[in-house]
């Protein structure tokens, strides 16, 4: 029970990331994006994923600590991309 609201927890959470990676490539800019702000919710997914693998408790939710911190990943590479087209 506890992994299937994990699950529902970082499902509802993760909606947001591929929707905030639409925008920033559609906005083209940097300005509204804070670099921190992705940095720490890596470090967060990644300290999930730790969690998961020293615990050796792997099960389907350490797949979705990874797409969701793919897609956060994401956004930081969108992130320096904007930059550029902001100089």
Same mark, same amino acid.
């Not at 925008?23 to 994006?33: D, E, F, Q, R, V």
């Not at 099960?59 to 979705?64: D, K, M, N, S």
């Given at each position: 029970m506890a992994a299937i609201l994990e699950s529902v927890m970082l499902i509802c959470f993760g909606f947001s990331w591929p929707m905030s990676l639409m %925008?920033?490539?559609? &906005?083209?800019?940097?300005?509204?994006?804070?670099?921190w702000f992705y940095v720490m919710i890596s470090v967060g997914y990644v300290a999930g994923i730790a969690a998961k693998l020293v615990s050796h408790n792997i %099960?389907?939710?350490? &797949?979705?600590y990874m797409i969701n911190l793919f897609f956060v990943s994401s956004n930081i590479a969108v992130y320096f991309r904007n930059r550029k087209f902001d100089k």
């Open positions: %925008t920033n490539l559609k &906005a083209k800019s940097a300005k509204g994006m804070n670099l %099960t389907y939710v350490l &797949a979705i």
